[in-house]
């Protein structure tokens, strides 16, 4: 049966406990309701009252096509709001074979304990000091965990920006090949696990049982027509396998809406330098890897290994959003500088869209020049020693905009904004001022309507439409992320006339109770009620739903501009809470 299981940190002590009230929840469901349930709203985020919680959603660990997912949510010290970051890798996986839905960090210790480590495996939950990992990156620390509890383990851990707190710090999770390169970066949750002094958590199910099928014959079946809608669409089934998230870069760069330069522009002219086209050619010529899964089951295979010039490991999965934030809007355009950086920043254990935007500000303040990928990556080092400049780089866009005195800064509710220029992909910009999560792309992503014509196809330019686009997909995103399943299957459910029917039917075999379209939608509708009335209790109004004022501007090529006015944009939350 599926279990809880909670790890008080300051007292080191752990206990297991049923479902209970949480029963039938998985993923982001249960992390936003446990934190809906169990964090004071006006709490601070890294106070003993915060919980950090990674929890597996409703198909992980099954052998349907791409369930895998695992959500880490919070409260968050980034954007005091509520926050689920989903990740890949493999941890998932194994925690779902020990029939433990979540892991629940609790309390804090006091600031001068050592870190610890936490192993789960089938004896049970074994908690240890960890003073010889104090410091280490996430690469080195996965390392020595790997050689002292085996390769087959996995690994979730945070590096020097997690523990220094940093409001940009990311979760650190390891890929099929022992790689900590898979991230639940936004929202600053690994600044939540360094509160709690865990260095890591690592997953041993060695010798479990497979996840329990309520009724094999039926997911068998599921599962069948599951893979066949993946294949079968030509983004999951063609486009990503080829040439992995960054085919988006020529695609948005195309439709003028590749924030470039720190938002200055809807074009980057050396866009195919850093193109998804690019990227797997000069995979290909060094001898790397042009198509992997981030996670065990995947079938779209659209992570990659990038590898320098003779051959060596430089980073894995290097995505379109840290593409696009660390090389177009901060003018970068030499892809081992951008390898490199990507490689820094799982290291170090930072969010790569929000440090990408952090270094396009130090570039507005003049602390190195546009473009300049040595200085970037000799900047992001100081994060690793503690150096205060590297304090104020680790804390985020709206942190580093303040200290240097900058006021063009991407963010939304303190997140910094992702990869699509919200004037010029209009839906997509709703999504960022409505979501409770803060500026987040994958919250809602009207892109696929807007540009990619995927489930239909409102017009990116005007306003018409995007409202009620943003809203339906804020609900199915909040679905998906409940499931396990990786957000990517959307392109797909969406075109296929029975894809949600087949989500469905898969939840239906997994847990052998009668679930249909319509309680998709619920699950969906649901958690974001649970994450509005919490953000409702931390203080935010429809206030906080707005863009920073130089959206008004004129983006080139189309010369568009922000023009929502903020009574528009609430029907998104109505639309929701009604």
């Known amino acids: 049966m599926p279990r809880i299981l909670r790890i008080n940190t300051r007292e080191r002590t752990f206990r297991v406990e049923p479902m209970g009230a949480y029963q039938g929840l998985g993923g982001r469901s249960l992390t936003s309701r446990i934190v809906r349930t169990e964090v004071p709203a006006t709490c601070h985020p890294l106070s003993k009252a915060n919980r950090l919680i990674a929890a597996v959603g409703v198909l992980t660990g099954t052998p349907a096509a791409n369930a895998g997912r695992t959500s880490v949510g919070a409260k968050s010290p980034l954007t005091g709001g509520i926050k689920e970051a989903n990740v890949g890798g493999v941890f998932g996986t194994k925690l779902a074979r020990l029939d433990y839905t979540a892991v629940v960090l609790e309390d804090k210790p006091d600031p001068d304990t050592d870190p610890c480590t936490i192993l789960i495996n089938r004896e049970g939950v074994f908690i240890e000091n960890a003073p010889h990992l104090k410091g280490l990156g996430t690469y080195h620390a996965a390392e020595i965990l790997h050689e002292k509890y085996g390769e087959k383990t996995g690994i979730m851990v945070i590096g020097p920006a997690g523990e220094q707190m940093n409001l940009a710090a990311s979760v650190q999770f390891t890929d099929l090949d022992g790689r900590p390169a898979r991230a639940a970066g936004r929202g600053g949750m690994g600044a939540v696990m360094g509160s709690k002094k865990v260095k890591a958590i690592v997953v041993d199910s060695t ?171 000799d900047l992001l080092e100081k994060v690793r020693t503690g150096d205060p400049l590297g304090r104020i780089i680790g804390n985020g866009a709206i942190f580093t905009g303040a200290a240097y005195g900058v006021d063009r800064v991407a963010a939304v509710k303190g997140q910094s904004l992702p990869a699509y220029d919200p004037r010029s992909v209009k839906g997509v910009g709703v999504t960022y001022v409505t979501s409770p999560m803060g500026g987040d792309h994958t919250a809602g992503y009207a892109v696929a309507q807007n540009i990619l014509k995927v489930g239909g196809d409102v017009d990116p330019l005007t306003k018409e439409g995007q409202v009620e686009l943003s809203k339906n997909l804020q609900i199915a995103t909040a679905a998906i992320d409940s499931t396990g399943l990786c957000l990517f299957v959307a392109f797909a459910v969406l075109d296929a006339a029975d894809g949600v029917q087949a989500v469905a039917d898969l939840i239906a075999a997994r847990t052998g109770i009668p679930f249909t379209v319509d309680d998709v939608v619920a699950v969906g509708t649901n958690t974001l009620k649970d994450e509005f009335s919490f953000n409702r209790d931390a203080g935010f109004t429809s206030h906080h739903d707005r863009l920073p004022d130089f959206f008004s501007e004129p983006l080139e090529p189309h010369n568009t501009v922000w023009d929502f006015r903020e009574e528009e944009l609430q029907a998104v939350k109505a639309g929701i809470l009604e």
């Open 207 to 377: 010798g479990a049982d497979p996840v329990t099928i309520a009724d094999p014959e039926r997911f068998k079946q599921a599962t069948k027509r599951w893979t066949e809608i993946l294949k079968g669409h030509p983004v999951t089934g063609e486009g990503l396998p080829a040439y992995g998230t960054a085919i988006l870069v020529n695609i948005i760069n195309e439709a003028g809406a590749l924030p470039t330069q720190n938002f200055r522009r809807g074009r980057f002219e050396h866009a195919q330098e850093i193109s998804g086209e690019k990227i797997a050619e000069t995979i290909a010529r060094r001898g790397g890897v042009v198509k992997e899964g981030c996670m065990p089951g995947c079938i779209i295979q659209c992570s990659q290994c990038y590898v320098d010039e003779s051959g060596q490991y430089l980073t894995s999965g290097l995505e379109y959003e840290t593409v696009w934030a660390l090389g177009a809007n901060t003018l970068i355009k030499d892809l081992d500088h951008l390898a490199a950086l990507d490689h820094r920043c799982d290291d170090l254990g930072l969010d790569t869209i929000e440090t990408g935007n952090t270094i396009a500000v130090a570039m507005e303040a003049g602390i190195l020049p546009w473009g300049d990928g040595k200085a970037a990556l």
